[in-house]
């Protein structure tokens, strides 16, 4: 346990808290009051979108580089990915340059391993085809998103990879937000209470596949704690109370 005069964040890995703290300066996290895609009111709000300085850039690369390194060390059944898939269009330049870092971190590992995402639309001349990079047949791939929310991109994302032949082996995510999904009215603004799973908890007892975050919601509190508003922490913690999965 971290003592009195030690830094709460300290305890955090430095990847973890640099991320954060960027992701606090260029206002990619914020506060307020944001109407969700399930109908709830968050107290903040996490936009990908926004990193798109090469400062930004680089400080989230080397912070999903870094997780996924981890990642794959504390779990030794997930194959090696061949390829690094970014769904579109958010997971496009996170995955191009997370693989950059990966390899600057250990060109040994890494240089082999690919890239590739989706089009939104299927293109008819040229190549043609669904996806760009490389082709995912017989592939272990690992997908780089921003944040999991209900679970319906991983899920189509699993169900576009198998298609083109390739296995999903594991997701890495920015942001975990430890929420469990939503019940069946909050979309009138109904909470029922009920205790749920996460969408990342429903993928891995559905199809076995293991996520890992850069940082969870418990992160971004805990580095609030050492000069974040007051009255923003106590709303985080009334949001995770009030919403936290059961797994």
């Known amino acids: 346990m971290a003592s009195s005069t030690e830094s709460i964040s300290s305890t955090i890995p ?67 990915p061949d390829v690094l898939f970014g769904p579109a269009y958010k997971g496009i330049p996170l995955t191009c340059s ?26 008819d001349h040229g190549e043609g085809g669904g996806i760009v990079g490389a082709s995912l047949k017989g592939k272990n791939v690992l997908v780089i998103d921003d944040v999991i929310t209900a679970g319906t991109a991983m899920r189509e994302t699993i169900k576009l990879v198998a298609k083109e032949g390739g296995k999903v082996v594991g997701f890495v995510v920015a942001l975990d937000r430890v929420e469990k999904m939503p019940g069946p009215r909050e979309q009138e603004g109904v909470d029922d209470g009920e205790p749920r799973m996460s969408a990342i908890g429903q993928v891995k007892q559905e199809f076995g596949i293991q996520t890992a975050s ?34």
């Open 14 to 80: 430095g990847y973890k808290t640099a991320f954060l703290q960027s992701c606090l300066s260029a206002g990619v996290l914020t506060f307020g009051t944001y109407i969700l895609k399930s109908g709830r009111q968050s107290p903040y709000f996490f936009n990908a979108g926004s990193f798109h300085t090469s400062s930004l850039l680089s400080v989230v690369s080397t912070a999903y580089a870094h997780t996924i390194v981890s990642f794959l060390a504390s779990h030794p059944s997930i194959p090696k």
């Open 98 to 123: 997370t693989l950059l870092e990966l390899y600057r971190l250990d060109p040994q590992t890494w240089s082999s391993v690919s890239y590739s995402f989706n089009r939104k639309e299927i293109k």
């Open 214 to 247: 850069i940082v969870t919601l418990d992160d971004l509190i805990a580095v609030l704690r050492d000069g974040g508003d007051g009255e923003d922490i106590k709303k985080l913690e009334e949001y995770r109370k009030r919403y936290l999965a059961s797994d």
